[in-house]
């Protein structure tokens, strides 16, 4: 019998939604769903282990993967470029793994274009004033940057959860990670028609603005 192929998974949201959290969780809950080691130019930080977080390479190197088509998408975020290689996606989902892409929206656009099996998953802040919060308490950022990433997440992100198939807001972390659970399952189980009503993009994009 063969071996069924992986989902991909495309998990996008404005920085300090809580994304890294959200997906940290999910992997180490599921068996059945791996982590895409994507490629950076960004220098690793503290903890960081190449292979494993992502893999960290030159801007040289990366362009001649780029340059040879080693990647589903690319885009470039902060200054530094990010890429999901062909070969990571294929690998995991030849081994019958669900695949979760943590990536930026300009990358989701791509995937979208490129690989008709991603579902996409986008996850939202329950206000803006509460994002605005959030990357004051990560403790990670300049007064300067956060200001600069609640632009791009007004901007940019925020307007690209239509190509989105389903919105989640992370409000209680509890709760957030049991809906994406609930979407994994879904999609797998391939009965998806109540989630993409429950959880559909436009409505939550509307209260988010209302909020
Ligand atoms: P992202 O990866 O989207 O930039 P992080 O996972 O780094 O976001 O989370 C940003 C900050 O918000 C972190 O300090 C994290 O602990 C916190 N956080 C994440 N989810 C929640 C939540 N549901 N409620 C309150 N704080 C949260
Ligand atoms: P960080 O540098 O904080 O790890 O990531 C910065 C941003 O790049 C995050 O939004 C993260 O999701 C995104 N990112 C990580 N890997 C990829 C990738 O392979 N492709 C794209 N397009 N974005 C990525």
Request: aromatic share 20%; glycine share 0%; no cysteine.
């Given at each position: 019998m063969s071996r069924r192929r992986g989902i991909p998974f495309v998990v996008a949201a404005p920085s300090g939604t809580g994304k890294t959290t959200v997906c940290r969780r999910l992997v180490a809950e599921d068996d059945q769903l791996e982590f895409s080691v994507s490629h950076t130019t960004r220098p690793a930080r503290n903890g960081e282990t190449d292979g494993v977080d992502y893999y960290f390479v030159s801007r040289q190197d990366f362009e001649a993967l780029r340059a040879e088509g080693a990647f589903l998408e690319s885009a470039e975020y902060n200054g530094n470029l990010y890429g999901t290689s062909w070969d990571t996606l294929h690998k995991l989902r030849e081994h019958g793994h669900d695949v979760l892409l943590e990536i930026e929206v300009q990358g989701a656009r791509q995937v979208r274009a490129g690989e008709p099996d991603a579902r996409f998953i986008f996850l939202l802040p329950p206000s803006m004033k509460e994002l605005e919060a959030r990357l004051h308490g990560r403790g990670t950022d300049s007064a300067e940057t956060v200001r600069k990433r609640l632009r791009w997440a007004e901007g940019v992100e925020l307007p690209?959860?239509?190509?989105?198939d389903y919105a989640v807001t992370n409000d209680n972390l509890k709760t957030c990670i049991e809906d994406v659970r609930a979407i994994l399952a879904g999609e797998r189980a391939g009965e998806t028609g109540a989630l993409r009503r429950r959880f559909d993009p436009s409505a939550a994009r509307d209260r988010l603005v209302g909020s």
């Open positions: 690209a959860i239509d190509l989105f």
